[in-house]
């Protein structure tokens, strides 16, 4: 299966100097560990009963993010995943994550019931 471009309605120009705008935003820049807030919840709804630890409020480049749910994933002996800037952790570690994030340099706090 082949991708498809989004042009947004242009199929055609006439014009020989046409250059297509591609409207994406780049990604922003990680801020340092010191500035970044982070939230962690426990979450079971749409997990079909499943209980999740979900870490928000992550501002940086997809990449940084990935090395950060992949370093939460080793320290906690578990699978998750990143997924729309939040990392997904299987099963309820949300002491133990707020403490990694801690000792990481990042502001952390334990959010949600």
């Known amino acids: 299966m082949s991708k498809k471009k989004n ?6 120009s006439t014009n ?9 935003s780049a ?7 010191q500035q970044q ?6 979450e079971t ?6 209980t999740a630890t979900v870490v928000k409020g992550f501002i940086g ?6 090395k950060l749910g ?13 997924k729309d800037n939040e990392i997904i952790i299987q099963g309820n570690f949300r002491e133990k994550i707020n403490q990694l994030l801690l000792s990481e340099g990042y502001k952390s706090k334990m959010a949600g019931g």
């Open 7 to 12: 042009i947004s309605g242009v199929v055609y």
């Open 16 to 24: 020989p100097n046409f250059v297509y705008q591609n409207n994406t």
């Open 27 to 33: 990604e922003p820049t990680t801020l340092p560990p």
């Open 37 to 42: 807030n982070l939230r962690v919840f426990l």
């Open 45 to 50: 709804k749409h997990r079909g009963g499943k």
């Open 61 to 66: 480049t997809s990449e940084d993010l990935e």
């Open 70 to 82: 992949k370093l939460l994933k080793i320290k906690c002996s578990t699978g998750g995943s990143v």
